[in-house]
């Protein structure tokens, strides 16, 4: 699939998780790491997309450690929480 329409796909997943908290830490992350990626992240991305809203947002902020399998990059990066909007 073309590395463009792999993007808008996981652009929309991300922002349409099914609560705004989901939705603002999984999209905020998207946006502000997507440019980035290399093939092997979006396909990890796309893998980590399908968990749990509730276990992606544990990792995140290291309530529970992330699974073996997502170990690197995107983790760390989203472990960071630097891309959650907060309004002021």
Known sequence: ???DI???RLHFRSHHRG???ADL???GFFDSAHQ???DAEIALFEELIEEQ???IMAWA???EPAP????GSIVEALKQLNYVPIAK
């Open 36 to 38: 980035r990626w290399d």
């Open 1 to 3: 699939m073309d590395r």
């Open 61 to 63: 902020i290291g309530m």
């Open 25 to 27: 830490l999984i999209g």
């Open 53 to 55: 809203d509730v276990d």
């Open 6 to 8: 792999r993007l808008k």
């Open 19 to 21: 609560t705004k908290e």
């Open 68 to 71: 073996e399998r997502y170990a």
